[in-house]
């Protein structure tokens, strides 16, 4: 009678071993498609844009100190119904200022990074995103919302009419 039950209770651990570890494959998985292919160099991303005809999406963003911004990422940004929609609506080029040291960009970075903000995000908003059309003119922005992504996405499609 004790060996049936603990071979009972082997057999039930090994159950939910297995659905556990089918669960994190595919939740590693979702992950792995949730990412986004940012763009560093502005001009290519709206050559680019322009030829698949899409938006371009400039993320001002303060990576290393806004929480905002660290909210936008973890709660929209970084998900699959955001990353699903991005790839499919716009090229997206990431302008991050950050504040420490040890995530400093290139000299380049930074100078292409100021020149953009002082075009599109003169009054240094974070986290911003600007949607721009093939030819630079602003469509639309956003900064942070606590809302579900595909509440998210929405708004931003109503902004691009799409």
Known sequence: MKIRLHLGCLFLT?????????????AQSAASNASIDWRSDFQSAKEE?????????????G???????IQLNKNIIETEVFSMYAKGNFVPVKLDFPKMKKNKHTKNKQVQNEELAQKYNPNGVFPLLV??????????????????PQTYVTMISRVLKK
């Open 49 to 61: 844009a322009a030829s698949d005809n899409k938006f371009v999406m400039l993320y001002f963003s």
């Open 63 to 69: 990576s290393d100190w806004c929480k905002p911004c």
């Open 131 to 148: 949607f721009l059309d093939e030819n630079d003119k602003m469509v639309g922005f956003t900064g942070y919302t606590d809302v579900s």
């Open 14 to 26: 090994t159950i939910i071993l297995v659905f556990s570890i089918k669960n994190t494959v595919i």
